[in-house]
């Protein structure tokens, strides 16, 4: 009887969210990609709602109904994400980001990028169709499109140099969906820490030394643990070729080692077979391109292509672009205020805020630059 | 002020004097520079009017820059996507090129004719000041019966250049200009104009 009652509630509640995915599809969203959530959510909520109608009063029903309270807790997070996508609380720069990144990392899977809580994380539409499974029909278990989610940190959906945090949830989302370490991962504490490691490593090799500036940034306490992450991040870039003392301008505890050493040697092998693809952004992709992209920026232009020695140019690389970003914040901003002639701490707030819109539109030139090129237009 | 010809537009363009060092980015083809001018794209960002929120649009009032902000909205239009402009609508949108002038020369915005003759006049506030670095804002009207499609990095306006000469007057001499790197269209900030307070019997500037 009560988990007649129960069931029946439930029903109820996804009838809400029905009528909560019918609201939320006439948003206004950057990507068409939103609307196709929303209709594939839209259509197992149905599915569900029809299972449970359809329950018969048997002993497997109450288990049966807490999936449903379960499923119903994750969908209403997912349609959080989708609503918080829309362009009022979205980047562009971000969206864009992610595009690019996870075009270069051959994923199939499209991107939505949304802002909200104080952490960044990633999940897929495909883990919620899992759940529900037991509660659908065999023919409504597969899903038209995968859908990746990425949350990156409220206060950061101004700031696109942070949007570099993106590579690691992508780097999270290939470790796990590709199982690339799960020989690996054994023990509760060291497995954590080596996904988190892997990770930071893959991230830095997609964006450059600019997820290690992102990473100093996002988390300026600099804990113990995050000390470990970035002087681990640094390592790696100084083997890349990048100049260690750079991208270190504090004094860090030296690298600990890995406790699994089966553990490591597996990060180099899955490092190795990255750089062969499409996704790794190469230390001479950087060094051709940076230096110029932050000349472009001191003299208030966007960074968003680069001069060939004929003289012709060329979209940039959007890593690029944001490392160049990195490099006069970090460096240059004294100059930057200086051409926009601001010395107040309003103006030199304004003059970051010049910066960030300075790379978003870099970005999207860059992007759309290549577009027309291809076209031939 | 002599018109820059195409040869003039093209050397400074390419020239490696940052004096003279005209920008126009990204200049996709070489097309785009005709005699005495250089055709520039649509950009990606508008400003629409919520036309259920009209306000008096008064600059000398204290809270105008809430009031424009309540009765305009900024909308982004992705590349491959278009927007539709309805007849006698006004939308503000922006050249998908970032400029930015030498000290030396100045520009006029105007729209190309093709389009006139669908009714879109673009370009109601045309100048561009020397030394001006950004995308260039233009108001979009369309006057004619039809709607009219609008798709992001079409070519739509031209840029005459001219040449100043004697004296300097650089945009970028004054601390923050107002719309100085301007990556999208702006909204007006005629309100922050000096004489306001003046016109509007503002006590603490007589």
């Known amino acids: ?377 | 002020m002599t018109v820059l010809s195409k040869e003039e537009i093209l050397r400074r363009l390419f020239t490696s004097n940052t004096q003279e060092k005209l920008v126009i980015t990204p200049l996709i083809s070489k097309s785009q520079v005709s005699a005495g001018s250089v055709d520039l794209r649509l950009g990606t960002e508008f400003i629409i009017t919520k036309r259920t929120k009209y306000s008096l649009l008064d600059p000398a009032q204290q809270n105008i820059e809430a009031e424009i902000a309540q009765y305009q909205e900024k909308i982004h239009v992705p590349f491959r996507e278009k927007l539709i402009l309805r007849p006698n609508q006004l939308i503000l949108g922006s050249t998908l090129e970032y400029i930015k002038l030498p000290e030396d020369l100045m520009g006029y915005v105007i729209g190309r004719s093709s389009w006139g003759r669908l009714g879109l006049i673009i370009a109601t506030a045309t100048l561009v000041s020397p030394g001006y670095a950004g995308v260039l804002t233009l108001e979009l009207v369309n006057l004619g019966e039809a709607d009219i499609a609008l798709y992001p990095a079409a070519r739509i306006a031209q840029l005459v250049l001219h040449r100043v000469t004697g004296g300097e007057s650089s945009y970028l001499k004054k601390p923050l200009p107002k719309y100085a790197g301007a990556t999208g269209p702006e909204f007006s900030k005629l309100h922050k104009d000096e004489e306001w307070r003046i016109l509007s019997g503002d006590p603490q500037s007589l």
């Open chain 1, 1 to 377: 009887m009560l988990e007649t009652k129960s069931s029946e509630i439930l029903v109820e509640k996804f009838l809400d969210l029905e009528e909560l995915l019918r609201r939320i599809e006439l948003g206004v969203f950057p990507r068409p990609t939103q609307r196709r959530a929303v209709k594939s959510l839209f259509s197992l909520v149905w599915n569900l709602r029809s299972s449970l109608e359809s329950l018969p009063p048997s002993s497997s029903t109450k288990a049966l109904v807490e999936k449903g309270y379960e499923l119903l807790q994750a969908i209403c997070g997912l349609i959080e994400k989708i609503e918080r996508s829309n362009v009022h609380y979205t980047s562009l720069g971000a969206v864009y980001l992610a595009e690019y990144l996870t075009g270069k990392a051959g994923e199939e899977a499209v991107p939505i990028i949304c802002f909200q809580s104080y952490t960044s994380s990633h999940s897929r539409l495909s883990d919620i169709l899992k759940l529900a499974a037991p509660l659908l029909p065999p023919e409504s278990r597969e899903l038209k499109e995968e859908v990746l989610f990425f949350t990156l940190p409220y206060f950061l959906r101004n700031d696109p140099l942070s949007h570099c945090l993106v590579a690691r949830e992508l780097a999270l989302h290939m470790i796990e969906s590709k199982r690339l370490l799960e020989e690996t991962l054994t023990g509760e504490g060291s497995s954590n820490k080596l996904l988190i490691i892997a990770a930071d490593r893959l991230a830095s090799l997609m964006v450059g030394p600019a997820y290690l500036f992102t990473l100093t940034n996002f988390d300026a306490s600099l804990a113990s643990d995050v000390k470990e992450r970035i002087r681990n991040i640094a390592a790696l870039l100084a083997d890349e070729g990048y100049y260690e003392e750079e991208l270190l301008s504090g004094s860090l505890p030296p690298l600990e080692e890995l406790r699994s050493s089966t553990g490591i040697e597996r990060l180099h092998e899955i490092e190795e077979s990255f750089r062969k693809t499409a996704a790794y952004y190469p230390p001479e992709v950087f060094e051709c391109e940076v230096p110029q992209l932050v000349s472009r920026l001191l003299e208030l232009l966007p960074p968003n292509e680069v001069t060939l020695p004929d003289k012709a140019t060329r979209p940039a690389e959007i890593p690029s672009i944001i490392n160049a970003g990195w490099i006069v914040k970090q460096r240059y901003m004294p100059t930057f205020c200086n051409i926009l002639k601001v010395q107040d701490p309003e103006g030199k707030y304004q003059a970051k805020k010049k910066l960030a819109a300075l790379i978003e539109k870099a970005i999207e030139l860059s992007i759309i630059h290549k577009s027309l090129l291809e076209a031939e237009i």
